[in-house]
Nanobody, 122 residues
């Protein structure tokens, strides 16, 4: 019912930048929180950044000041501008969205994208 499609990953040198995009499509009533998680090799999946539909943001301490999350509610999209990337940022990045599927139902369900790989290496 809801598809999240990420784009923008790739290989970048240390100190470089990348911009990730995620667009939600399908049948739903509204989207609440959207954001990004990442899964570094050999580690657990971790929060990167979240944003509410009201514009509030939350960042992991490790990315604060380097990454910026933004959102276009009209396009059901969320973006992650990543600057000053380092090898520690190498991971599969996943888009996440809390979605209310139906106007008359109180159910809000989390959805995940397929992931996009970010590799920081010289």
């Amino acid at each position: 019912q809801v598809q999240l499609v990420e784009s923008g990953g790739g290989l970048v040198q240390p100190g470089g930048s990348l911009r990730l995009s995620c667009a939600a499509s399908g049948s739903f009533f509204s989207i609440y929180t959207m954001g990004w998680y990442r899964h570094p090799p050999g580690k657990e999946r971790e929060l990167v950044a979240l944003t509410t539909n009201g514009g509030e943001t939350n960042y992991a301490a490790s990315v604060k000041g380097r990454f910026t999350i933004s959102r276009d509610n009209a396009k059901n999209s969320v973006y992650l501008q990543m600057n000053r990337l380092g090898p520690e940022d190498t991971a599969a990045y996943f888009c996440y969205a809390n979605v209310k599927l139906d106007r008359d139902s109180p159910t809000i369900k989390g959805h995940w994208g397929q992931g996009t790989q970010v590799t920081v290496s010289s």
